[in-house]
Each structure stands twice: as structure tokens, then as C-alpha cells.
């Protein structure tokens, strides 16, 4: 009992001296839509990637700030696109030129240099 009192107490303390409590200071902050307000997103302009060795193209994307890239098979076989450098852009979505929000989903269509 006395060993369950003891860590008890010492948790009591271990969490610190309750709201409004003597010695302690709570603050609200509200905050008015004027303040609260934060900038517009920064909009890209997709990179034109069709043509491009696949693996070439997602790094456009990327140095264009383009990061949530969806990938898929242009012959609509659903294969995945393991070895990327074996792929070459078709088609992408949206389009080349088109303005996005950063995380905006790019969906970039290849098919192997082997397809026919």
C-alpha cells in the first residue's frame, strides 16, 4: 500500500502542478481570420515528360517540385513499372503546362521499349 501511495504521488508530480493552480500561467490565443490567413499555394506548371526514358521523367517532375507521382502501364496490362530506366512515357496527366498545387497527383502512362 505504501509502495502504491509513493507512485502515485510521484506520478502526480511527474505531470506537473494542474491548471490554474498557483504558480502556473494558461494563455488563449484567438486568432481573427485577417491573422489566421496564410498565403496561397504555389502553383508548378507540369513539365512536358512525353517521349522521356521513364525514370528521366520522374525526375523532372521532382525538380519541378512534382513529387506524388502515380505511375501506370500504357498497354493496360496493370504491370508495374519495377525497373524504370525499361519504360517510356506515352502520356501523362494533366497535361504539359498545365499549373498544380505541389501535391497535386501526376499520372505519368508508359510502356516498355520492348512493346509493340
Aim: aromatic share 4%.
Amino acid at each position: 500500500m505504501v509502495t502504491t501511495l509513493a507512485a502515485l504521488a510521484f506520478a502526480a508530480a511527474a505531470c506537473g502542478t494542474p491548471p490554474g493552480s498557483p504558480g502556473t500561467t494558461t494563455s488563449t490565443t484567438k486568432t481573427s481570420a485577417s491573422t489566421s490567413a496564410s498565403a496561397p499555394a504555389k502553383r508548378i506548371k507540369v513539365p512536358d515528360v512525353s517521349g522521356m526514358n521513364h525514370q528521366d521523367a520522374q525526375n523532372a517532375m521532382q525538380r519541378a517540385g512534382l513529387y506524388n507521382l502515380r505511375e501506370v502501364d500504357g498497354t493496360g496490362q496493370g504491370r508495374a513499372l519495377v525497373i524504370d530506366r525499361n519504360w517510356r512515357q506515352t502520356a501523362q496527366d494533366p497535361p504539359a503546362g498545365t499549373e498544380v498545387d505541389a501535391d497535386a497527383v501526376i499520372t505519368l502512362t508508359a510502356v516498355k521499349y520492348t512493346d509493340r
